[in-house]
């Protein structure tokens, strides 16, 4: 899962698909990172902790890191939140198979559209409340495909 600063959208992301996978009973290693490393080392947003807690979801011991260009080589899926995002992965791709792993999350949900989740740290709780119900849908998504 990954966003620019790992500390609103991709730890949400992360957060819903563990918990999901662990319900599930079904296994798989998740992650988040940003593209940026302006956060490297910070909590989530504090409004993305309290939004995940709502739905019974702990992240707040995640830590932000930065994408790793060996993240494409380490990982079956990488998701992005957003076209700028899926761009500076995909710039750090060196094979076609490591292309093939990039991918839109909202694209989960089979839309003819490119749909970015958009970033809610300048838009109030509603913001992270939308950017979590979105997440949700698409990680029902991607579990039901494990």
């Given at each position: 899962?990954?966003?620019?600063?790992?500390?609103?959208?991709?730890?949400?992301?992360?957060?819903?698909?563990?918990?999901?996978?662990?319900?599930?009973?079904?296994?798989?290693?998740?992650?988040?990172?940003?593209?940026?490393?302006?956060?490297?080392?910070?909590?989530?947003d504090s409004r993305s902790i309290e939004v995940a807690?709502?739905?019974?979801?702990?992240?707040?011991?995640?830590?932000?890191?930065?994408?790793?260009?060996?993240?494409?080589?380490?990982?079956?899926?990488?998701?992005?939140?957003?076209?700028?995002?899926?761009?500076?992965?995909?710039?750090?791709?060196?094979?076609?198979?490591?292309?093939?792993?990039?991918?839109?999350?909202?694209d989960e949900l089979e839309s003819s559209v490119a749909?970015?989740?958009?970033?809610?740290?300048y838009g109030g709780e509603d913001g992270f409340k939308?950017?979590?119900?979105?997440?949700?849908?698409?990680?029902?998504?991607?579990?039901?495909?494990?």
């Amino acid at each position: 899962m990954v966003c620019l600063g790992n500390i609103c959208r991709s730890p949400l992301a992360e957060g819903i698909l563990r918990d999901k996978v662990n319900k599930s009973g079904k296994s798989a290693e998740v992650d988040s990172a940003g593209t940026s490393g302006f956060h490297e080392g910070e909590k989530p947003d504090s409004r993305s902790i309290e939004v995940a807690r709502q739905f019974g979801i702990d992240i707040s011991r995640q830590r932000s890191r930065p994408f790793r260009a060996s993240d494409l080589q380490e990982f079956d899926l990488i998701y992005a939140m957003d076209q700028s995002n899926l761009n500076n992965i995909l710039d750090l791709a060196k094979t076609d198979e490591e292309k093939s792993k990039v991918k839109l999350i909202m694209d989960e949900l089979e839309s003819s559209v490119a749909i970015s989740v958009p970033d809610p740290y300048y838009g109030g709780e509603d913001g992270f409340k939308n950017v979590y119900l979105m997440l949700d849908k698409a990680c029902d998504e991607i579990v039901k495909k494990l």
